[in-house]
């Protein structure tokens, strides 16, 4: 039975990377811990396996397609490597609750974020700048490290808002981004809580799946509702975690 349930998530973690070239780790973290039953530290070591390996074949489905801008996915995704592999010990210094609840809190502004701004609409892909870029990588790779996060759910924002690149680039560079991020941050996690492999393993396995049935349903579903509809599952998933949280806390 928890197999079936292992395989169902994993497979809606590859779906939602592969439909919106993020989102995996907002999902993959609050299932290993609440789910799966993995604590908090261990869950974002887990995560950052998952979604890593997630991101790099939705990369490779994108690349085929066109989708992908190499020079500033490097420049984005190795300033953000460094950072995400220096801040992966700060998660040590926090209690598990208070990490769950910053995780919590952060999921709650990109899904306000998400619903409140317009969709960018930038087609000319004009760079705004290689600083530009690189302090956009440095700010996702510390978040990135620090809570597990891939940052897709950031990386394409940025990449379209700041660095100037069309959507469709920014979906397919975010991944590759997202995949040299976990990378580092899992690298930076080594010495962390045991990780199990049996669980990855499933996750992974099921995510590639659901990360090639994402990127075609893309192309048939409005992005506009996809990105409208998802910034309500994550802030309703927020809502939760705070709350069970704050319970625990007794806050409330």
């Given at each position: 039975m928890?197999?079936?349930?292992?395989?169902?998530l994993g497979f809606a973690i590859g779906v939602s990377l592969g439909l919106l070239g993020g989102g995996g780790?907002?999902?993959?973290?609050?299932?290993l811990v609440y789910v799966v039953g993995q604590s908090p530290q261990a869950a974002v070591t887990a995560s950052l396996m998952i979604v890593g390996a997630n991101s790099a074949m939705g990369a490779f489905m994108h690349r085929a397609q066109g989708a992908m801008n190499w020079k500033v996915a490097l420049v984005f995704g190795g300033v953000g490597m460094a950072a995400a592999y220096l801040s992966a010990g700060w998660s040590k210094l926090l209690p598990p609750i208070t990490l769950m609840?910053?995780?919590?809190?952060?999921?709650?502004?990109?899904?306000?974020?998400?619903i409140l701004k317009p969709q960018p609409t930038n087609q000319d892909g004009d760079s705004r700048g290689w600083l530009v870029t690189i302090a956009s990588g440095l700010g996702v790779g510390v978040m990135t490290g620090f809570l597990g996060?891939?940052?897709?759910?950031?990386?394409?924002?940025?990449?379209v808002m700041l660095v100037g690149l069309p959507i469709r680039q920014a979906?397919?560079?975010?991944?590759?981004?997202?995949?040299?991020?976990?990378?580092a941050g899992f690298l930076g996690h080594l010495d962390g809580p045991s990780i199990d492999l049996q669980v990855v393993a499933i996750f992974v396995t099921a995510g590639l799946t659901g990360a090639l049935v994402g990127a075609r349903l893309?192309?048939?579903?409005?992005?506009?509702?996809?990105?409208?509809?998802?910034?309500?599952?994550?802030?309703?998933?927020?809502i939760f975690l705070l709350v069970d949280n704050a319970n625990k806390l007794g806050w409330i």
């Open positions: 928890q197999i079936g349930i292992d395989i169902l780790s907002i999902l993959t973290v609050p299932a609840i910053l995780f919590a809190l952060l999921m709650l502004v990109v899904g306000l974020f998400m996060v891939g940052g897709g759910f950031l990386i394409v924002p940025a990449l979906v397919g560079t975010s991944l590759v981004v997202i995949a040299m991020n976990s990378l893309a192309r048939i579903v409005h992005p506009d509702h996809l990105r409208k509809g998802f910034a309500l599952f994550v802030i309703v998933l927020a």
